[in-house]
């Protein structure tokens, strides 16, 4: 979903602005009525997407402690896996 706002509802409420980009939508800016800005959700880079763009298209949480030692167990689910199966297959 796409809204055009003017430049002086972006400024008075640009924290609301970003709330609703980091939810997917798209924001265009205007100023006297024409299209300057657009403001939405980061796009991932070509290849794999990491943690960091997951987080920012709001798809994952990340951890909130970084000071853990990489897991010991790889996995690599196929499609179509169901990740609450291969969690409690792993706890098991």
């Known amino acids: ?3 055009s ?3 002086r509802t972006f ?3 640009v924290a609301a ?4 980009a980091e939810g997917g939508e798209r924001i265009v800016v205007t100023v006297a009525g024409r299209p300057v800005a657009q403001l939405g959700p980061l796009d991932p880079g070509t290849g794999v997407p990491t943690i960091p763009d997951l987080a920012a298209r ?4 990340p951890a909130r402690r970084s000071d853990r030692p990489p897991p010991d167990v790889r996995l ?7 990740l609450d199966r291969l969690v409690a297959e792993v706890r098991s």
């Open 1 to 3: 979903m796409t809204e």
């Open 5 to 7: 706002v003017p430049v």
């Open 11 to 13: 400024r008075a409420q």
């Open 17 to 20: 602005f970003l709330r609703r």
């Open 58 to 61: 709001g798809l994952v949480t």
């Open 76 to 82: 690599d689910p196929w499609p179509g896996t169901r």
